[in-house]
């Protein structure tokens, strides 16, 4: 309950029904935010909701930011890292 109200509370939270609509609409979209805002942890969380069968890759620079980034996630879902 507490990682949703935190989930909820990021700004990228707002834009949930648009990054999805958007994301049906068109073959291509970018996300634009500030640092921190939810853009490589929410809109990922989003489309598996949305479509629990997607297969979502994320990328990114280096590989310490790639597995905190995976780490956070799989926390935030209340899985285990590399189970899902």
């Not at 500030?34 to 990922?44: L, R, Y």
């Not at 969380?45 to 597995?67: E, G, K, M």
């Amino acid at each position: 309950a507490k990682m949703r109200e935190s989930r909820r509370s990021l700004p990228m939270w707002q834009w949930r029904s648009r990054v999805l609509e958007a994301v049906s609409s068109h073959q291509t979209v970018l996300v634009c935010g500030e640092t921190g805002c939810g853009k490589s942890t929410q809109v990922p969380q989003f489309l598996l909701d949305a479509s629990p069968a997607n297969r979502i890759v994320v990328t990114q620079p280096r590989r310490l930011a790639a597995r905190a980034l995976a780490e956070r996630v799989a926390s935030e879902r209340g899985s285990t890292l590399g189970r899902t």
